[in-house]
């Protein structure tokens, strides 16, 4: 079967490598000139089953409201009244900031996650990828008493749907990651995943991307994708700035702009662009930096190592799809980073960077057929991306080849909204 795939970003590039090794001929069209330009190039860079507890919970409102009107807050609106769209986006999403709904939305997207954690391992037993990873778990810590007793209920909901999460002490803490010794007074405790992993997004898509190709994966970069056209409720082809593209399946993994292609046929996705920012840091030898990746909980910020770059990234603007760089949010993150570690020093060599992470109001990512024939959809990741990209492109390829997919599929489709 011939299956054309929207999109050559993580999701996108994963799903083109499921559908080739089930067989398929496959296409990808992408706007860039390369795989991973966009919301993969530069993200925080952690493959995080850990991350699986939802935005939406009760207590996201109240820190929404304190944030209000702090230009480097965690989370920012803008023009929240001038924008229809994020009206409609905010109303689902409070109607899911309650406790049932947090653990029902937590274990639809662990129950991915996990998955797609292990398929990343068995492709790396399948081909030689060197992006930098590192299996040396994610270490969240916490300093304010109150969000790590939260943390830690959120912790045991997930160990019941099959991640192993442990509650460290601050010393625990700083056994684990000795870099964070500067601020172990501040630290109240910690929770480790010791099976999540981190690594470079942008060379992951990149080099497997180089793998597709090698199979026989047909890369149509620099093509604007126009219109998926439909007659008679299936599609016919996809319409490009240069041509008409044709295939017996359609696979749309274009992040944040997937609702503009599929709105004129009556598919609402409730996908907003969720604007986060990265620095990269480089460390010099002997630089008493981090090694295992970390999450602060506070901040809402990521660290990643790559040998001798470290990668940290966070917060969120909610404001249209705009990916200009906001330095005062920038500065932000950089500032935290050095209160943390202070042997780390900042020079003109520090890079940085935004993307538009494509955040569903319920934080699960939509994944299956659509209503449309030979049209599936597989968008709506958010921060976890890459954390579920192996996982949601096989079940992907599994539907496509009419084979059973490896997990349940219910509450991942775009029905639920």
């Known amino acids: 079967m011939r299956v054309l795939v929207l999109g050559a970003g993580v999701v996108g590039t994963t799903t083109a490598f499921y559908l080739e090794k089930a067989g398929h001929e496959v296409v990808v069209l992408d706007r860039q000139n390369a795989p991973g330009m966009e919301t993969s190039f530069a993200n925080g860079g952690q493959i995080a089953a850990a991350h699986a507890d939802p935005w939406a919970s009760p207590a996201t409102p109240w820190k929404a409201l304190k944030w209000l009107g702090k230009k480097d807050a965690p989370l920012l609106f803008h023009s929240l009244r001038f924008d229809p769209k994020l009206w409609a986006w905010c109303i689902k999403f409070l109607a899911n900031c309650t406790e049932r709904r947090t653990e029902i939305n937590t274990e639809r997207t662990l129950r991915v996650a996990l998955h797609s954690r292990k398929c990343l391992k068995e492709l790396r037993k399948e081909i030689e990828l060197d992006y930098d990873h590192r299996e040396e778990g994610i270490l969240h810590f916490y300093r304010n008493s109150k969000e790590f007793e939260l943390a830690v209920k959120a912790a045991e909901t997930m160990r019941k749907y099959g991640l192993d999460r442990k509650v460290l002490s601050p010393q625990e803490c700083v056994t684990t990651e000795p870099a964070l010794s500067h601020v172990k007074d501040e630290l109240v405790g910690g929770i480790y995943s010791a ?51 044709k295939a017996d399946a359609y696979v749309v993994c274009l ?113 299956g057929k659509s209503s449309i024939d030979s049209l599936y959809l597989n968008t709506g990741h958010g921060t976890l991306g890459w954390t579920m990209s192996c996982g949601s492109a096989q079940v992907i390829a599994d539907l496509i080849s009419a084979n059973t997919p490896q997990i349940e599929l219910s509450g991942l489709g775009y029905e639920r909204f």
């Open 195 to 245: 099976h999540d992993e981190s690594g470079d997004a942008h060379k992951f898509t990149q080099q497997l991307g180089a793998v597709c190709r090698q199979s026989g994966v047909e890369f149509k970069f620099n093509q604007n994708i126009l219109e998926i056209v439909v007659e008679n409720g299936k599609v016919v082809g996809v319409k490009t700035d240069q041509n008409l593209v």
């Open 255 to 367: 992040g944040s702009y997937s609702p503009f292609l599929l709105r004129p046929h009556g598919i609402k996705l409730p996908i907003y662009p969720a604007k986060g920012y990265s620095v990269t840091i480089p460390v010099k030898k002997n630089a008493h930096a981090p090694t295992v990746s970390l999450t602060d909980d506070e901040f809402k910020l990521v660290f990643s190592r790559y040998n001798d770059r470290l990668r940290v990234a966070g917060t969120a603007e909610l404001g249209g799809y705009s990916t200009d760089v906001n330095m005062l949010r920038s500065r932000f993150i950089l500032n935290k980073t050095l209160d943390l570690f202070p042997d780390l020093r900042a020079s003109q060599d520090v890079s940085y960077w935004a993307g538009l992470r494509p955040k569903t109001p319920d934080s699960v990512p939509i994944i």
